[in-house]
C-alpha cells in the first residue's frame, strides 16, 4: 500500500523550495502526463471524446470534495465570472456584506452593479454584522492576503437568522481544509491553488432550485443536450447546475482530473494535518526569531508583517514565497517538508 510519502514522492519533483502554493499549485506528475497526452491527441487529430469524459469526471471529484450532488456543480473559468452570475441576479438596491480586503474576484462583480449597497467589514465582525435586509454575504473561507479563515459556521447562523443567503469562495481552501460547500447557498473555488490544476478552470455551486439565478453566461454547453444546442438559442438548459457552465477548457481538465485523483487517494483530512503541521513549525520557528505573523490559527498560510521586501532576495536564493501587502506569505501544501519550513527560517534569519 502507498504511503502520503511515496505517494507525493513519485508526483512531485520541484526544484526550488517551493512555499507558494496560495499563489499557484504544483503540477503533479500524472496531470504533466495527461495534459501531453491531450495535447498529442489534437495534433494527430484524434477524437476528442476523452477530454470531454475528463470534464465530467472533474465534475463529478469536486462534487465529492465538496459534500453536495454532481447536480449542483457547474464548471466555468474563474471566479469572478461565477460572482458575476451571482451579482446580476440580485435586484437593484440589494445589501451585499463583504469582508475587509477580500480577494477582488470575490467583490468586484458586486462593486460594478453600481446600484447595490455593498458593505465592507473585518473579517472578525462578519457574523455580527449580518442584519434585516442583508441580501447577500460574500466571503473567502481563507483570507488570501494573509490565511485567516472565516467562522462560516457563525457566518451561516447569522445568515439563516436574517434571511440573507451565504456565498463562500474556497479557492483557498479547498484541497487542504474539508469543504461542506451544501451547507452555503452559493460557493466557488479556481482549480490551479491546492486543487494542483492547470489555470483555466473554477467550480461554482448552486442549490438544487438554481437559487434564482439566471444563466447569463450560458452557451452551448449548457444545453441539456449539447450537441443540438449549437445553433441558435438553446432550445431547453440543462435541469442541472451544468446549465451555469462556461465553454470546457479541455487541456485543463485532462490534467486536473489526474489532480483531482491525487488528492482524493490522500484524502483532505492527510493533507490538512500535513500542511497545518508545516504551518505551525514556520510559526512557532518566527516566533524563535521574534517576528509576530498575522493571526490565524488553523490556516496552511502565514503572512508576516514587515518581511514582504524580502520576497525578490529569498527567491534568488530558490525560496519561492510571495510579497502580499508587504507581508511575506509563505503557504504550505503536500510538496512541502520540514526541511523546507527550516530552510526559510534559516534565510530569513540571516
Known amino acids: 500500500m502507498e504511503t502520503f510519502e511515496s505517494l507525493v514522492r513519485a508526483e512531485f519533483t520541484p526544484k526550488t523550495t517551493y512555499l507558494n502554493t496560495a499563489s499557484n499549485g504544483l503540477l503533479p506528475a500524472r496531470a504533466v502526463a495527461a495534459l501531453h497526452e491531450a495535447a498529442v491527441l489534437r495534433a494527430e487529430g484524434r477524437p476528442l471524446t476523452p477530454l470531454h469524459e475528463d470534464t465530467e469526471a472533474c465534475r463529478a471529484a469536486y462534487a465529492r470534495l465538496a459534500g453536495v450532488p454532481v447536480t449542483r456543480v457547474a464548471l466555468g473559468a474563474s471566479v469572478a465570472a461565477h460572482t458575476g452570475v451571482i451579482a446580476a441576479s440580485l435586484p ?193 520557528g518566527l516566533a524563535a526569531l521574534g517576528h509576530r505573523p498575522v493571526p490565524a490559527p488553523g490556516s496552511a498560510i502565514v503572512s508576516v508583517p514587515g518581511l514582504g521586501s524580502r520576497q525578490p532576495a529569498l527567491a534568488d536564493a530558490g525560496i519561492q514565497v510571495s510579497d502580499r501587502a508587504g507581508n511575506l506569505r509563505a503557504s504550505f501544501h503536500l510538496y512541502n517538508t520540514a526541511a523546507d519550513v527550516d530552510r526559510l527560517l534559516t534565510a530569513l534569519s540571516a
Not at 485567516?148 to 456565498?167: N, Q
Not at 481544509?177 to 461554482?204: E, I, N, Q
Not at 445553433?231 to 483531482?260: C, I, Q
Open 92 to 284: 437593484a438596491g440589494a445589501e451585499v456584506l463583504t469582508a475587509e480586503d477580500d480577494f477582488t474576484s470575490v467583490l468586484n462583480p458586486f462593486h460594478v452593479r453600481g446600484d447595490l449597497k455593498v458593505r465592507a467589514v473585518p473579517l472578525e465582525r462578519l457574523a455580527e454584522s449580518v442584519r434585516p435586509g442583508t441580501a447577500l454575504v460574500a466571503v473567502s473561507a481563507a483570507q488570501s492576503a494573509d490565511g485567516r479563515v472565516a467562522d462560516l459556521a457563525a457566518l451561516r447562523e447569522a445568515a439563516r437568522t436574517h434571511g440573507a443567503r451565504t456565498y463562500v469562495d474556497h479557492s483557498q481552501s479547498a484541497g487542504w481544509l474539508p469543504t461542506d460547500a451544501g451547507a452555503d447557498d452559493f460557493s466557488a473555488a479556481v482549480s490551479f491553488k491546492w486543487l494542483l490544476g492547470p489555470h483555466g478552470a473554477a467550480f461554482l455551486v448552486v442549490p438544487e432550485d438554481f437559487g434564482g439565478l439566471s444563466p447569463v453566461l450560458s452557451g452551448w454547453v449548457a444545453g441539456e443536450r449539447p450537441w443540438d444546442s449549437c445553433y441558435g438559442p438553446v432550445a431547453e438548459l440543462a435541469r442541472s447546475a451544468r446549465r451555469f457552465d462556461l465553454t470546457h477548457a479541455l487541456f485543463t481538465y485532462a490534467g486536473l482530473r489526474r489532480s483531482l485523483e491525487l488528492v482524493e487517494e490522500i484524502g483532505v483530512p492527510a493533507i490538512a494535518a500535513h500542511d497545518l503541521a508545516l504551518a505551525d513549525r514556520f510559526r512557532a
